[in-house]
Every structure is written in structure tokens, then in C-alpha cells.
């Protein structure tokens, strides 16, 4: 047997019998993974409680890549728990968007040590006293960026120009904003979206902006923000994640 060693940050669980747990991890070493944690539901497992979602672990396990079936998980020991996200909803659900997202946009067993260094800083800044909001803004834009799918902010992608006007359409379907004089006859167009709000996405994902907690965002910027991305991720995974609801 092959034991394996991960920085690990556990972003799904599942029963999987009546003491037995399946475990989703995104880690630093191998990028997403799924591990069974046999027993870990027993009173005297001493995984359990390292590797409760949003939990920052390390862990050994199993490895299982040249065979058929899941790994397993052998020990843990929990390095990080947030407690400050458990106690406030919007923290929560920020957090638990944020592992969805991570999930749902990552293949398996793909390493992406960047992508795993701002899903723990994310749970850091949900941690603090960092808003809610802004934190998951901020992953979502770098997210978006480290998986590949982030969308041209700066320039309307018909033409190449920059926008004149401070409201702009946006195509999910060819990837970015576009302006007024290219928008009559574009499908699937995200109507008058910020031009600020965008510009703060842009420098997010560029990772310009590191001081989150000196940013305010209007409540109305917010809402439209919140808006594009739910509609964007969704045009971009072919589904609408639970966790949008909830935000």
C-alpha cells in the first residue's frame, strides 16, 4: 500500500454507511481527491472531527490511483477550523459557495497549488473580519482566472474597444462585455452591469486589490455583482449550484 501525504482543505462530506464517511478534499499536493474515512463516524474515530467541511487539514491516506475504487482515508489532524464562519449565516454561505464552486469547477486529481492557496485565504478572510461579500468576490475572481474561465472585462470582445459609456452588456456565451454599438443582435446578453462594479472584479482577479478590508461595495453594487457571477458560473459549469440561493 502507498500512503500519500496532503495539505488538505475538506470541501464535501457523505455518509456512506453507518460508520463510515465519504470525504471530497481539495488539496494543495494532488488538487481535488475523494478518500473513504472508514469508522470515521464511530465515537472513537480520530478523524472525525479534522475533517469537518471547511476544515484545514493535514492528512494521510491510501492511495488507490493505480487500482479502481476511492482512497482511504487513514489519519488526520485539523491545523485550521474558523470558527468566526460557523457563527454568522452570510460567512457560512459565502464558505460553503466558495468549496462548491471549487468542486464543481476543478477536475480531479489535477494539482493547482495556486487555486488551493485562495481557497485557504478565502476561509481565512471569512474568518476575520474581512465582509463576506467582498472575500467570496475576491476568490470568485481568482477562481475564475486559475481555472481558466475568466471572462475579458477591460474590452468588448466584438470589437476590441473599450467601452464608452458606463454601463455595458456582457455575453456569456462569447466570454466578456460588449459595448452598446455591438450589442443589438448579440443572444444571451447580461444587460446594463457596471462598468465600476466590473473594474473591481477585473483588479480582483488580477490580484491588484490585497487590503479587502478597506473596500466598501454598495448594496446595489453588491446585488448586481452577485447577479453576473451566479449567471455566469452557471452558464459556465451548464448548472445552477445550490449555494447560489443562498447567497
Same mark, same amino acid.
Given at each position: 500500500m502507498a500512503y500519500e501525504r496532503a495539505d488538505a482543505i475538506t470541501i464535501r462530506h457523505a455518509d456512506f454507511s453507518e460508520t463510515s464517511r465519504v470525504y471530497t478534499f481539495y488539496t494543495r499536493e494532488f488538487g481535488r481527491i475523494t478518500a473513504l474515512g472508514k469508522g470515521a463516524l464511530r465515537k472513537s474515530s480520530r478523524v472525525a472531527g479534522h475533517v469537518d467541511l471547511l476544515v484545514h487539514a493535514e492528512i494521510i491516506f491510501v492511495s488507490r490511483r493505480s487500482r !479502481?475504487?476511492? $482512497?482511504?482515508?487513514?489519519?488526520?489532524? *485539523?491545523?485550521?477550523? %474558523?470558527? $468566526?464562519?460557523?457563527? +454568522?449565516?452570510?460567512? /457560512? /454561505?459565502?464558505? &460553503? $459557495?466558495?468549496? *462548491? @464552486?471549487? !468542486? $464543481?469547477?476543478?477536475?480531479?486529481?489535477?494539482?493547482?497549488?495556486? =487555486? %488551493? !492557496? +485562495? @481557497?485557504?485565504?478565502? =476561509?481565512?478572510? @471569512?474568518n476575520s473580519e474581512v465582509s463576506a461579500a467582498v472575500a467570496l468576490f475576491a476568490f470568485e475572481a481568482r477562481l475564475l482566472v486559475l481555472s481558466g474561465f475568466m471572462p475579458q472585462l477591460a474590452q468588448c470582445v466584438v470589437c476590441g474597444k473599450a467601452p464608452r459609456l458606463k454601463r455595458v452588456a456582457f455575453s456569456s456565451a462569447h466570454g466578456g462585455i460588449v459595448c452598446?454599438? &455591438?450589442?443589438?443582435?448579440?443572444?444571451?446578453?447580461? !444587460?446594463?452591469?457596471?462598468?465600476g462594479a466590473l473594474s473591481l472584479l477585473d483588479r480582483l482577479a488580477r490580484g491588484r486589490t490585497t487590503r479587502l478590508d478597506r473596500i466598501t461595495i454598495s448594496s446595489q453594487a453588491a446585488r448586481q455583482m452577485r447577479s453576473f457571477l451566479n449567471q455566469y458560473e452557471s452558464y459556465t459549469l451548464g448548472k445552477e449550484l445550490r449555494t447560489m440561493k443562498m447567497l
Open positions: !479502481e475504487g476511492m $482512497h482511504i482515508l487513514a489519519e488526520a489532524a *485539523a491545523d485550521e477550523v %474558523f470558527p $468566526h464562519i460557523r457563527r +454568522e449565516l452570510p460567512r /457560512y /454561505y459565502a464558505a &460553503c $459557495h466558495a468549496v *462548491a @464552486l471549487t !468542486e $464543481h469547477m476543478t477536475p480531479a486529481d489535477d494539482p493547482n497549488p495556486p =487555486l %488551493f !492557496e +485562495e @481557497l485557504l485565504l478565502v =476561509l481565512r478572510r @471569512l452598446a454599438d &455591438c450589442a443589438p443582435g448579440q443572444p444571451d446578453l447580461i !444587460e446594463k452591469l457596471s462598468m
